[in-house]
């Protein structure tokens, strides 16, 4: 268990008569932190006030305008770890069993209390919240660690069949890396644990992921891979290649920016038809999204997207569906694979206030691409990492 102990945190407890009240704190206030409610409306104004801190909810069942029950039913909607338990006289067992029995209740007691039992009951009670509290905050953390290397592993895992099945696909990683930021800005914080439920185990998890990489590389197909030839020894400015994809009957508006003071290679046409794949892809998983603001920057230019559309659009590449990716996943994977290789710098830049990502595709004509190196080295030991971790959670 960890360090927190029953004084860390509250006990509730709830009756109309003011004398129980003072009883209860008499006796029990030396063990634990104890708040006082009168009623089921002062209750949950206190429950509310207190969230955190509370772990027990101790409530009479005969109460005006809420009965105990009732109360205990809302608190679990509220905070559904807080352990509850319901105080009743023995003429109202009846209820206080089917509140058990039907409400999840932790037990319930009778009056007149044995107060010797009773403090049994609180502190095997406080216990149970502990451990529950314990054991989800390791469950979320799991969730977590496992969604995040899943992810990096599906990546990983991208990145090791395109070079075993095309050796000319180089600085695939950064590519892949954008993939996966844009899938995971404007995701939900709960989506991962939604999506990996009890019942799937790690080897489960692992397989999906396995599907998933050979439904993608099969709709990888070699051309759509292999990008044009780029003449670095030849620039083009940033606006004359963007000027025909931009406006008119294009979904993509200028907004402002800056003017490049370095161009990007060439041809013109060769380096129109890359961007084009990737503002045509872009174009298909924001189609809900109107029109599409593109800007110049240094070196390159950047688009606005909606972390929304893209959160819900890339899902495949987030989280471990059953799924197989969608057309339009692999035509942005597509463009981004083909620019990566012929020189790109991504940046992602969330806007979490607006909803918005900055996506950036720039060019630096200093540095001509190194078709020499494969990045085979870095990759390699970055898998054999993801096998340590599926070696562990594989049972």
Not at 142 to 161: G, N, P, Q
Not at 373 to 393: E, I, P, R, T
Request: proline residues 2%.
């Amino acid at each position: 268990m960890s360090e927190e102990t029953y004084k860390d945190h509250v006990i509730l407890f709830v009756d109309d008569e003011e004398k129980t009240r003072k009883y209860f704190a008499r006796l029990f206030g030396h063990a634990f932190q104890i708040l006082l409610a009168k009623d089921g409306a002062e209750a949950l104004e206190l429950f509310q006030e207190h969230l955190d801190e509370i772990g027990l909810v101790v409530t009479d069942q005969k109460m005006p305008n809420m009965t105990g029950s009732e109360l205990l039913e809302k608190v679990a909607e509220l905070k559904p770890l807080c352990v509850r338990i319901l105080s009743t006289a023995y003429a109202d067992i009846d209820a206080a069993v089917d509140s058990v029995n039907r409400g999840g209740i932790y037990r319930y007691v009778t009056k007149p209390w044995e107060v010797s039992d009773l403090e049994v009951t609180l502190r095997r009670a406080m216990e149970h919240y502990l451990l529950q509290k314990e054991r989800d905050s390791m469950l979320r953390q799991k969730f977590s660690s496992v969604e995040m290397l899943a992810s990096s592993d599906r990546v990983l895992s991208i990145a090791s069949i395109a070079v075993f099945r095309n050796e000319e696909l180089r600085r695939v990683g950064e590519a892949l890396q954008v993939l996966v930021q844009l899938a995971e800005i404007g995701a939900d914080e709960g989506d991962g644990r939604e999506l990996i439920d009890d019942s799937l185990n790690w080897r489960e998890l692992y397989r999906r992921h396995l599907v998933f990489l050979r439904s993608l590389r099969g709709g990888l197909t070699e051309q759509a891979l292999s990008p044009g030839s780029l003449d670095y020894s030849s620039l083009v400015s940033v606006r004359e290649v963007m000027n025909d994809l931009v406006g008119g009957e294009s979904y993509f508006e200028w907004s402002g920016g800056e003017t490049s003071t370095t161009g990007w290679p060439g041809s013109k046409e060769a380096m129109q038809a890359e961007i084009k794949l990737l503002m045509d892809a872009v174009e298909s998983i924001m189609k809900d999204a109107g029109v599409l603001l593109v800007s110049e920057v240094q070196g390159g230019i950047e688009l606005r997207l909606s972390s929304r559309l893209l959160a819900k659009n890339l899902e495949s590449f987030r989280s471990a569906t059953k799924e197989p990716p969608s057309s339009d996943c692999l035509a942005l994977a597509a463009a981004l694979f083909r620019l990566s290789h012929a020189g790109a710098y991504f940046q992602v830049v969330p806007e979490e206030k607006r909803g918005m990502v900055r996506l950036s595709v720039t060019f630096d004509p200093t540095k001509t691409v190194d078709s020499a190196q494969s990045g085979w080295d870095s990759l390699d030991a970055a898998l054999s990492g993801n096998d340590v971790f599926w070696s562990q959670f594989g049972a």
